[in-house]
């Protein structure tokens, strides 16, 4: 059977842990070529992990008619015009999130995607992990009847850098975006309403960005549910990552997971493992397995996991509870518009 | 040593609990008089209990010049103005919460008393309760830093009958008030904001009533610390009570208390007990420490552990949330006068 | 109802544990005397538990017709002695364990209690444990199928003084006789054949008295299951008191008991609590639950819980293991005579 | 650099495993080639895992001059010949446990492979296994002190087909050998004295090939340790993998590794996951880590983290374990010539 032909925009952190998916765990597929702005950089990187094409012109890739399907892994700036190009040149598109920051150019290329017809998945990596994907099996194997409360915690163990930050949109943006992901995922509904109460309690250099660092936010679902995300830039313990349903008929919870199950007894107390560092340590499993199911979204011609609709609506509720921190009040998603 | 004497003003559940309270666990104490409307009711209460004497009317207790304190157990409308009574006469007090849901009575209550100079506790047990006094010593220990987040999980296994739901003054005073304490215990500091989001997601019938069974609230403090409560009328699976404070230097959180620790391992899962099933069981343990840190503070004429500001507060929070969440909105406590 | 009347010979500390488990949770009996060497120690206990009658010869109780029932709380070698005059007084028993070290003795005074026909309870108080006797509910449910291997993990704090340890028969008879106990509880069946593996860790002065402070026994029984305890005199984190049953339809197990469900997360690691400190903090719900059942048997006319054999057994194990160590081979039960 | 060329004689579950982990995981080395009886069979692994090189005789890859290790996969008679002609041949060497049932030919084999100087690494992998690796690294910061007491808990889901039962030289020598080389591992000493007791509680059909499916064995190490290892067949709950390490300082152990952190609270119970099914769940970390550390171990010319002496060992717990079965009593490993 012929390989499915992938070419990879973008060989920065995700770009390579992306190719290195479909080279050791997607039999399907193989990475074609990978383009960087750099061409030392992106030869080293191609050179290493064995693709046999490295450009610094991403067009080179949207341009060979042997390739089926792009990887959009470069900075977000230019995820939304990439993304139309790859469409129009009839490549389907695995689109690294957020799309965009601006809802017109959302709206825009998710417009072009669909009249283009290709296949177009959003990075929302989270949905794919081993625990948050077995909390919604559970949900839907009706095990806990209808969700009434979800409860998110997602905090960093440290700030990025404040440069990072600072072009990073806001915490909402560039930290929440993926609860609210989540909670709609878990929820089964649409937000219509947010409140999110914010402050600078971990460093005050981001607040001098006129960023937060700590924020709650309640989220009001169509169907009733109501779900309450709590996000911290620091938990000086680890990456603390959990989620807690509450139904009807019972709850389901995640704990995080930890490096080993070891535990010390001594004079002092009893001690059990730190959650696994971050974000790549902790998530590796979902970056494989999300790459896994575009391809076969391909392969099979089914639906892709997570549409580009899915890719919009955190955008809005980050619009939503940015605007709540400012004017101290709870806001509709229908006035972001 | 002279044994302090108590008259204990209402023999229902709570009454007949901090009757035991000081028989098997105070011994500085002793309960002189009980009473209660039915005479024949509350003779049968004090036999079983081998105290002394019981009345019909709370008046006598308050004229036993041999009583050193009583303990309000009666109706909450009957609060305030046996505290007045018994403040005039001059009687040491241990009111149940709430002091009343009017705030006009509670601010002329806790007036006669600090005119009459006699010692007033509320009623707020779960202070007391092993597990969030722990919590309380670990943040006074400094070991989780400043607190930044407050998570508060409060879940009765059922609802109440609509009976007495009706005469509840609805959710956030009946269930949530406890929850309001605790926050502003383990804070340190005032709510300065409320914004609650509630719903009749269990039993149509409590929305029938003009009540909600589902809610999450947020407090904002003046400290910059943010809580968050989550309220639900019915957890199935038994009495969810759980707090996490996130801090800058960690975390600390308690888990439900159970019957046994025992785990079994069979084809199926992997099974633990369920928490214990409602506040009596749950919190025994702190309704007989309220008593002896009550007595205490009496005989060695110290401060009581909880004022009665400590009763008021909690009040203005329950009537925030239920504007807050009629008028979609964040209250501002300085709002509720 | 006349309440049943208890005498207590033996006002040491578990001598006193009994008598407030009757004052306060036995509502059907109450403590007419004790008694013990010092007069002045035995008038002081009673006063201050308020004991009408203290003596300094049990002879006193065991002569007052009124009394139904002692409790033998005096030392070891008083155990059979004492018991066979009370049972030819007629009064019904509960005896310390062990009944005695000598199985001549033990076998005589089993004898005189069984022709004297009054109940004769010996105190394995752990059988009355929440924790154990919830895994002997769930085993007896059918919850685990046949149980095949039985772990039993009893550790101390720290090693009992070396004087103390010299006259308490060696390790086996003073810290493991309580888990030979709970192995033929949990297994329903008795040992045929032990071996004990045996040495001095922990500290040296231990070995210069002959004694070992640490071990791992072995226990075959009848019904084919296989039960294996480990002792240790020195759990630097605290006494733990942990089983496992694992049977042909899976396993229940316990934890320790802690004092809280606190956990603190911090930069080192994940910190829950130490068990509870020792026997008396760990046990004291089993030493109010095994007296309330005496006295339940002795009101109902029921057979007690913990039978004169079942003082018997233990003993016979002990011997069997300290055999067993020192002739570095298995012991058969039926050796031990 | 060049790549170290490996080939892999046994094409069977684990020779395709070990495979994958040098495809995947270690740069440093390919294999070569791989051989198995079949001719058809290894041709389609070879293709499968895009091996260049299939034979149905393993002496061709003994014979490629340009190979530098093998790793023998081939059945357990194969390993002690095989071994040494490998050692003849002048490769390096990884061999699967154990190296042989007759300590005649394992002393043949050590000494072949000691003369021609090659590495010789045997298969325990648990090792390197994230948890045991993570207690013994625990062990040797000195964190528990001394170790005193070792539990191993180990126990299969189901039975193996009585058909592999027959040829599998009984439950020690299949099971337990892996548990016998453990308590090696965490003991840091050598086993003196072996006693086990052992029965066929399971399945009347293990009895009747002369097996047990139950045992438990303790192990009397020279530097004092005891170790206790409970085995059993059938663990209904999956497959039970734990170790607890009790020391003068405290103790250190593991729980069972599950596919999610999930707990499910409904009204039956609070429901936590069920341990990986089996061995390849849940060791698979640790095939790869012990093939990553063979190849390092022959590039940087270190010595092997599990050698021949390693493989020796566990073999002669496991005849002493049997000879104490059979003869009922405690068989000292000098015994076993």
């Known amino acids: 059977m012929r390989k499915l032909k992938v070419g990879i925009i973008g060989a920065g952190r995700i770009g390579k842990v992306h190719a290195e998916s479909i080279l050791y765990h997607v039999p399907e597929a193989e990475v074609k070529a990978i383009s960087d702005i750099s061409m030392d950089y ?3 990187v191609a050179d290493s ?16 008619p042997e390739i089926d399907a792009v990887l959009i892994c470069s900075s ?4 939304s015009p990439i993304s139309i190009e790859a469409a129009n040149a009839g490549k389907h598109i695995f689109c690294e999130k957020p799309i965009d920051y ?42 806990i009847g209808t969700p009434q409360i979800i409860k998110i915690t997602s905090r960093d163990p440290k700030p990025a850098p404040i440069e990072y930050l600072k072009g990073s949109g ?22 219509k309403e947010v409140y999110a109460v914010g402050d600078c309690l971990v460093d005050p250099e981001i607040g001098k ?7 709650v ?13 709590d996000n911290s830039r620091q938990a000086v313990y680890g990456y603390d990552q959990r989620i807690e349903v509450f139904g009807s008929k019972g709850s389901v919870e995640i704990k995080n997971d930890t490096a080993t199950t070891t535990i010390i007894r001594n004079e002092d107390s009893i001690q059990s493992e730190k959650p696994l560092y971050f974000f790549l340590e902790r998530y590796m499993g979902s970056f494989v397995e999300e790459i896994k199911q575009f391809i ?11 549409v580009g609709f899915d890719g919009l609506q955190p955008v809005k509720i980050a619009m939503a509870a940015t605007l709540s921190v400012k004017e101290k009040r709870p806001v509709k998603i229908s006035e972001i518009k």
Request: charged share 30%.
């Open 42 to 44: 992106v030869q080293n």
């Open 76 to 79: 977000t700036d230019t995820h």
């Open 102 to 143: 601006n809802l017109e150019r959302i709206y825009k290329t998710l417009d072009v995607v669909e009249k283009s017809g290709v296949k177009y998945q959003v990075g929302f990596n989270r949905r794919f992990d081993h625990n948050y994907a077995r909390v919604n099996e559970v949900i839907k194997e009706g095990k």
């Open 296 to 306: 076969k979204a391909i392969v099979n011609d089914t639906e892709v996991p997570v």
């Open 217 to 229: 936010t309640t989220l009001k679902f169509e169907n009733g549910t109501i779900a309450v995300i």
């Open 209 to 215: 960005i006129g960023d937060i660092d700590t924020a």
């Open 170 to 191: 806001g915490m909402f943006f560039d930290l929440a975006i993926h609860d609210f992901d989540m909670a709609r995922f878990q929820a089964g509904s649409e937000v």
């Open 49 to 64: 992990l064995g693709i046999p094409n490295a450009y610094d012109d991403y067009k080179k890739i949207l341009e060979d």
